[in-house]
């Protein structure tokens, strides 16, 4: 009996034994081996760790304007692990966020320890909420995205979503700088979300962002907005672009698209709108391409604004029917002529025959088509232009005009901007500077500039481009005080299976003054709905009151007569002996080239200022005797078109108004020489 007592103690002493082990071992398990990871599992259930967000730079305009900056809104959240009655809790809480209970409810009732029930609560309700004094439920602010110039320059700016992170256009390129470094405040805290006293508590302050300002001007920005609202409004058109630039630094001074939208509540508008189509989007440009064709053209000395070239009705290259906008075609006319009346012909045959296939490519290349401009905006564009290998002569024909070949808007004034900035190919740009601790310090850019082409040959460019706006198609572009050189463009859009017979693009580029210019401007009208869709007639005007406007608040130096400066007259077609006695009394000199009668063309255009005892150049050059088109059953307008495409002149008699060509002397078909004008009778319809 004792022995079987003995053997019962002696098992129960080492399975107490056993147990004891195991207590001590697993003691050494939680105090030796986990202890740290136990430890800091302890510590992170009782940490609470917030970020605290840094302020968001703003977005400024040249001048210190705000256009984009955050403002402090108050957010609501919930800590539903500490919420004892969650149903409570939502029926006092609903009617003030405007929401249902029973959503508020699920809300609060799942698992975790934070949710957001609202990220932007009108101010006026935070003292209602905190009145309540409802346990779990905290009130806090932070920073929202707001522009308050609204719609200004809103493509360009972008937006910034929830989080006040940047999401398109300026808000999401320069997003690293903007947003800065968010801050941390680290706090100990027991079960009921109270800081513990001697617990640990520990704050890092975060790094605001930079503030950026752009190279916009915002008044510029108005007016530009203004006036394409009106022309696209005024054309029944589906959208409209008006890209303006400094050509001396590449500062991009205004960027306006209609329709636009308001960053403030961009949800409401669909993304075709928020797009900011001059630099992520391309489009064929149509005539104002024909600008580039010729400066290498005569770059490469192959042709001069006085060689002679023919304008045939049609041209034919492959199976290509390329047609001049005249039916009769403009015959034989210098190339200076040709650009003035915007001849495809023309350049047509001087892409695909005249020039050499690697030099055309090499410099509309050098202009920057088919590459990417370099602008910093995110989701730049490169436009569509084929490699040197893929085309064809059909396809140099097409490009000789502005078709087959699709560029950017951003493209075209930078190109634009090499002619009026000496043949110097500048990088543009959207910011200029950034404050950095308080002091403004101006955006490293390497703007030597690449050259394109020479001083020159821009010289002769701009020249030729300003008889366009005094002799050709650009005059609705010309501003007093301020002497315009630009190119209309009218161009189908292309769709699948060829081109669109009622939807164009028509559009302006040009620059001013002329002397010395200051700004680079293209209007761009997308599918107008007009009785006369284009570009000399809409977008034309639109550049005219937009660069008017933009000079004198610059506030340009006009080219007005003073300082004993002269204005050179229009000379063009008048009698050489009217125009040498005008000349002579202005008190300016005259050099005459040629042994018409006739003054076709003058150098300087007609618009520059010069000092007294200038020469100013007449040229008299003899034409072809020409066939007498047809003008009987014409209207004026339809008249004046007519004989401004042969380079002839009209007199009329009779009712012009709302009349039509009853006759004409000489007669169709009979032959006109130098000098000889066609004389028009009307008749009322």
Partial sequence: MKELIRMRLGLIFFFMLFLFLLVVLRLLQFQVVEAKELSDRALSQRLRIDTITPERGDILDRNGKILAESIPTPAVYADPSIIKNPQKTAEALAPVLDMNVEELYSILTKPGNFVWLTRNLPIGKRSEIDSLNLRGIRVVSLPRRYYPEGTLAASTIGIAGIDNQGLEGIEVTYERFLSGEPGLNTVEKDPAGRAIPVGFNSKSLPQDGVDLYLTIDAVIQHIAEREIEKAVTGSNAK???????????????????????????????????????????????????????????????AINPSTEVYDPPTYQVGDRVIRCSSIWGHGHETFLEAL???????????????????TLYKYLRGFGFGEKTGVDFIGEASGIFAS??????????????????????????????????????????????????????????????????????????????????VNGSGKRAEIAG???????????????????????????????????????????????????????????????????????????????????????PDLSGKARDAAIKELTKLGLRVNIKGESTKVSSQEPLPGFFV?????????????????????????????????????????????????????????AGQMLGDGDSVELTFISQ
């Fill in 340 to 358: 003035e009346r915007s001849c495809n012909p023309v350049f047509a045959k001087l892409a695909a025959e005249t020039m050499n296939d690697d």
């Fill in 482 to 568: 301020f002497p315009v050189g630009g190119k209309t463009g009218t161009a189908q859009i292309p769709e699948v299976g060829g081109y669109s017979e009622d939807k164009m693009v028509v559009s302006f580029l040009g620059f001013a003054p002329v002397d010395d210019p200051q700004i680079v401007a293209l209007v761009a009208i997308f599918e107008p709905d007009t009785d006369y869709n284009l570009g000399g007639v809409i977008a034309a005007p639109v550049f005219k009151e937009f660069t008017k406007a933009t000079l004198q608040y610059t506030g340009a130096r006009t080219r007005v007569q003073d300082g004993g400066s002269i204005a050179v």
């Fill in 388 to 469: 040197k290998k893929s085309l064809s002569k059909v396809s140099w024909a097409n490009i000789g005009f502005g078709q087959g070949i699709a560029v950017t808007p951003l493209q075209l004034v930078v190109a634009m901007s090499a002619i009026a900035n000496d043949g110097y190919l500048l990088e543009p740009s959207l910011v200029k500077s950034y404050k950095e601790n308080g002091r403004i310090v101006n955006r490293a850019l390497n703007n030597n500039g690449k050259q394109v082409i020479s001083e020159s040959t821009a010289n002769t460019i701009k020249m030729m481009m300003r008889s366009v706006i």
């Fill in 611 to 667: 000092e007294p005892n200038t020469t100013v150049t007449l040229f008299c050059a003899l034409q072809e005797p020409r066939e007498t088109p047809r003008f009987i059953g014409l209207s004026l307008a339809e008249a004046n078109s007519l004989a401004l495409s042969f380079g002839i002149h009209i007199r009329t008699k009779g009712t012009t108004t709302n009349g039509i060509v009853a006759s004409q002397k000489p007669a």
């Fill in 239 to 301: 959208q409209g672009i008006l890209l303006a630039m400094d050509p001396k630094t590449g500062e991009i001074l205004a960027l306006a698209e209609y329709p636009t939208f308001d960053p403030n509540n961009f949800a409401s508008y669909p993304l075709s709108v928020r797009k900011n189509w001059s630099i992520t989007e391309s489009f064929e440009p149509g005539s104002t391409f024909k600008v580039f064709v010729a400066a290498a053209a005569i770059e490469e000395g």
